[in-house]
């Protein structure tokens, strides 16, 4: 049995007509029209969405007070987030690149990552090369070219070249594959945490930063890839929050973690202090949708 699609597009003066229709106050049309533009409307949707009473509840859609205002104010609140942590995850992935890298190439030489026997299952190993294979003929970058008109033995460029050129899911990926854990603890060591904790996090990371970078709904998200939180130091450990079950890890502790890295990577980072300000600005004040614990200004990292 078919089950055709039947919503039919609606112009923008009709999504105004029917959001006000729906319970929400739209204060200012000229301005909802020109986010319902620019912005559009299934995009906001995912910031309205917190204001709508359950489905097949009868009534009116939205909640009373949804104001169309807020919405746009979330929708910033939540731009605003992405830039942050996106700012702090490049520098992150920066020095993981570096680390790999060079515990690498002084392991076993320059080309030293395409030694298939470092990894623990030699299959994912053959589709990481292969993929990177890809992705270097067919590079524009002028350090690859220089390598491919220069040198031909090995083929692939040395490990410092491509972990400037693999993405950060690549690269952790790679990584996570080592099967020497004494080799993977080096990588892990400027880290300050153990490489148990540091190749979930990886992981974890490089779905937040997708998010950030494909200019996703981010605030209030759930990640299906969650992380390990470690017990010590203990001023970090006492600054996480428990796992909730087996569900989505909320934001809250993928930003407790960013910030021990750049502690790490970028001492002189005021990148804690810039996150406060911002979420001092929450348009509902809602962080418990983020995870955030009750007190949480007062644990450790945060002070």
Same mark, same amino acid.
């Given at each position: 049995?078919?089950r ?42 995912a ?21 169309f ?19 702090a ?26 030694d298939a026997?470092l ?9 990481? #090369? ?19 008109r ?6 692939m ?7 400037e050129?693999?993405?950060f ?23 300050g945490l ?34 390990? #939180? ?5 001023? #970090? ?19 407790? #973690?960013?910030?021990?890295?750049l502690? %790490? ?6 990148? %804690? ?11 509902t ?16 990292l945060?002070?």
């Amino acid at each position: 049995m078919s089950r055709p699609f039947t919503k039919p597009a609606m112009t923008i003066a009709q999504q105004i007509a029917h959001l006000t229709a729906q319970g929400m106050t739209v204060p200012n049309a000229p301005v909802a029209e020109h986010w319902l533009r620019h912005v559009s409307y299934y995009r906001l949707s995912a910031y309205w969405l917190p204001f709508e009473h359950p489905k097949g509840q009868a009534g009116p859609r939205f909640v009373a007070g949804t104001n169309f205002q807020t919405i746009i104010e979330l929708y910033e609140f939540d731009r605003h987030l992405r830039l942050l942590i996106l700012s702090a995850i490049e520098r992150i992935e920066v020095a993981m690149r570096g680390s790999w890298a060079y515990a690498l190439a002084h392991a076993g030489g320059p080309h030293s990552y395409l030694d298939a026997s470092l990894y623990s299952d030699r299959r994912h190993f053959h589709d990481n #090369l292969s993929r990177l294979a890809r992705e270097v003929g067919t590079s524009p970058e002028t350090y690859i070219d220089h390598y491919r008109r220069t040198y031909d033995d090995p083929a692939m460029p040395s490990v410092w070249m491509v972990a400037e050129m693999m993405s950060f899911g690549q690269l952790s990926r790679w990584y996570s594959l080592l099967d020497d854990r004494a080799l993977r603890s080096q990588i892990a060591q400027p880290f300050g945490l153990s490489e148990t904790v540091l190749v979930p996090l990886l992981k974890h990371l490089s779905t937040v930063r997708n998010s950030c970078a494909h200019h996703a709904r981010l605030w209030n998200r759930g990640f299906l890839i969650r992380m390990k #939180l470690p017990n010590k130091p203990a001023s #970090l450990a006492a600054t996480l929050a428990p796992l909730a079950g087996a569900g989505p890890a909320r934001l809250y502790n993928s930003l407790v #973690l960013i910030w021990y890295l750049l502690m %790490q990577v970028d001492p002189a980072s005021n990148w %804690q202090a810039d996150m406060k300000a911002l979420l001092a600005t929450h348009p509902t004040a809602d962080l418990a949708a983020m995870g955030f614990p009750v007190g949480w200004e007062q644990r450790p990292l945060w002070l």
